[in-house]
T-cell receptor, first 116, second 113 residues
Framework: DAGVIQSPRHEVTEMGQEVTLRCKPI?????LFWYRQTMMRGLELLIY????????DSGMPEDRFSAKMPNASFSTLKIQPSEPRDSAVYFC??????????????FGDGTRLSIL | SQKIEQNSEALNIQEGKTATLTCNYT??????LQWYRQDPGRGPVFLLL?????KEKRKERLKVTFDTTLKQSLFHITASQPADSATYLC????????????FGKGTTLSVSS
């Protein structure tokens, strides 16, 4: 079975450029999560969607970050303009249920983002 | 705000011994806890879930306990193997705060042969 698919796996870009990260959740899962992982702060929830609707975006650092889920099989996380402090590994995860229920989350292998 | 701490950043043990990892939390009463394993360059992988009314959960060589009085979960790997070397993350249910899971920073386990 296909798991959560993220692209690209690696992204290196210069400060000020727009960055778009992509995620395809597991078919049938109706909750989708975007996380950021750094050594200093660990794994932080940025935003999560249920049935394509954003439920909690309190973890989105600032207006430079935006996320969309136009349909059940695709989501994007965009950073514009990017800054060096945005460098991190970004994970997408999906699960069954509303996200508030006790369901396991299935993670992709992440996008390693480096902003120069 | 909710705070979740894993006892140490790194744990080194010998093959065959039992590894015990600790997860402590404050300012919250989660309905459940989850444990995940993360290998370098990969996303976390779900291992076990334990609910607040369960004292203990087992899966093969893994055992998780949940003490809501102490606000602590313990994660045990018995008869540890070098292949168990990875980072282990605990995550607590944060639905009372209107969000999903909150993750600890993890404990990196190294099992030497």
């Amino acid at each position: 079975d296909a798991g959560v698919i993220q692209s690209p796996r690696h992204e290196v870009t210069e400060m000020g450029q727009e960055v778009t990260l992509r995620c395809k959740p597991i078919s049938g899962h109706n909750s989708l999560f975007w996380y950021r992982q750094t050594m200093m702060r660990g794994l932080e929830l940025l935003i999560y969607f249920n049935n394509n609707v954003p439920i909690d975006d309190s973890g989105m650092p600032e207006d430079r970050f935006s996320a969309k889920m136009p349909n059940a099989s695709f989501s994007t996380l965009k950073i514009q303009p990017s800054e060096p402090r945005d460098s991190a590994v970004y994970f997408c995860a999906s699960s069954l249920g509303s996200g508030r229920i006790n369901q396991p989350q299935h993670f992709g292998d992440g996008t390693r983002l480096s902003i120069l | 705000s909710q705070k979740i701490e894993q006892n140490s950043e790194a744990l080194n043990i010998q093959e065959g011994k039992t590894a015990t990892l600790t997860c402590n939390y404050t300012n919250y009463s989660p309905a459940y806890l989850q444990w995940y394993r993360q290998d370098p360059g990969r996303g976390p992988v779900f291992l076990l879930l334990i609910r607040e009314n369960e004292k203990e959960k087992r899966k093969e060589r893994l055992k998780v306990t949940f003490d809501t009085t102490l606000k602590q979960s313990l994660f045990h790997i018995t008869a540890s193997q070098p292949a168990d070397s990875a980072t282990y993350l605990c995550a607590l249910d944060a639905s009372q705060a209107g969000t999903a899971l909150i993750f600890g920073k993890g404990t990196t386990l190294s099992v030497s042969s």
